[in-house]
């Protein structure tokens, strides 16, 4: 069954950096559009950066600049390299994926990873 499972995360230090990483199966050699989400308590879910099969990458912008999505086909894994970051950056993040490439609706959701971001 094609799943989505997250590790990284963490605790640090303002102007520090963590990384996110997401293995998904069942993606094979065509990968589709992927994303980094990430929601504060019961609120809504933020959409932080996304990856599109062709490697085109789009970014919040207030993430702009300090985070980077990557994909490693071969791997079959999604990353996400935050770097400066903020107390505000506090949030349990998700990877999704969208089968069908188009980047608006998401089908397979990670278990989360909190990331805590301290003065």
């Known amino acids: 069954q094609a799943q989505l499972t997250q590790s990284g995360g963490g605790s640090v230090q303002a102007g520090g950096s963590l990384r996110l990483s997401c293995a998904a199966s069942?993606?094979?050699?065509?990968?589709?559009?992927m994303s980094w989400f990430r929601q504060v308590g019961g609120g809504e879910r933020e959409g932080v950066a996304r990856?599109?099969?062709?490697?085109?990458?789009n970014y919040a912008d207030s993430v702009k600049g300090r985070f980077t999505i990557s994909k490693d086909n071969d791997k079959n894994t999604l990353t996400l390299q935050m770097n400066s970051l903020k107390p505000e950056d506090t949030a349990m993040y998700y990877c999704?994926?969208?089968?069908?490439?188009?980047?608006?609706?998401?089908?397979?959701w990670g278990p989360g990873t909190q990331v805590t971001v301290s003065d």
């Open positions: 990856i599109k099969s062709s490697g085109v990458s």
């Open positions: 999704a994926r969208d089968w069908r490439n188009y980047c608006t609706s998401w089908q397979d």
């Open positions: 069942g993606n094979g050699d065509n990968w589709p559009c």
